[in-house]
């Protein structure tokens, strides 16, 4: 390992009761540092320029790094991990601050009350493969930097622009997007809508849906076609569609 590892073998060390209480939202949000674990996302996160500092566990034996990194014990890192399997390691990142008003691209994913760390980090995934350039996250939707969404961003929460807003933020600063929401009141055929070129496009709640606020705000109001006897489609399914649907328009223009 490179000669900045330092050894900390006490649960009462300062760094590490503070890299502890990451765990929890509300530190989170305070200090403006989040938790990313594992190789992969380790080596995404520092790729990024947003690690500050990385812990490993004693038995870590990977990838060197030009940053502070603090060894523990396997019982000490595991306190520190969100997983029942861990890799030894975990990088502690800064959010990275957007401001909605300051977007430029042409498409947007707004989620609306997204519960589930799954497919919220599977959304910002598949905005991050399907070309959509930000990602709005309206009130009731999981933490974007909680562990869970983290990984399963899969390192999109590194390069995907996060913007925390309010439904009425979507009339004032997105008033120059088509929003496109997917209900099953009065909507056309998604492959029968040409879409336009500034789209946001929202999901919502995986029980409930769609807001009625931000439902009533939607230019275009749309159904994904289905088969089978199933009600509805997983939310990050149904969003994935939704912005390759709009990616492939956008390819054949």
Excluded at 44 to 57: M, T
Excluded at 191 to 205: L, M, Q, R, S, W
């Amino acid at each position: 390992m490179n000669n900045m590892i330092k050894e900390i073998t006490s649960t009462e060390n300062k760094i590490y009761k503070q890299t502890k209480k990451l765990l929890n939202r509300s530190e989170r949000n305070k200090t403006k540092l989040f938790i990313a674990e594992g190789q992969r996302i380790v080596e995404d996160a520092v790729s990024a320029n947003v690690a500050e500092y990385i812990f490993v566990s004693d038995n870590y034996s990977g990838t060197e790094y030009d940053l502070p990194v603090y060894k523990v014990s396997d019982k000490m890192f595991a306190a520190l991990s969100d997983t029942e399997t861990t890799q030894g390691i975990i990088a502690v990142c800064r959010m990275t601050d957007y401001n909605i008003e300051e977007t430029a691209c042409d498409t947007l994913l707004v989620c609306d009350g997204v519960s589930d760390p799954g497919n919220l980090g599977t959304l910002i995934r598949t905005a991050e493969c399907s070309g959509v350039g930000g990602v709005v996250l309206l009130k009731g939707t999981v933490d974007p930097y909680s562990p869970k969404v983290v990984r399963s961003t899969m390192g999109s929460v590194f390069r995907v622009p996060l913007y925390f807003a309010q439904v009425q933020d979507l009339a004032t600063h997105l008033s120059d997007y088509a929003i496109v929401a997917t209900v099953l009141d009065g909507s056309k055929d998604l492959y029968d809508i040409e879409f336009p070129e500034k789209t946001a496009v929202v999901v919502g709640n995986e029980a409930h849906g769609v807001s009625k606020e931000v439902a009533d705000m939607a230019q275009i109001r749309t159904l994904i076609p289905m088969c089978g006897n199933s009600e509805s489609l997983n939310a990050s399914v149904a969003g994935s569609i939704v912005m390759y649907e709009i990616l492939r328009q956008k390819r054949l223009k």
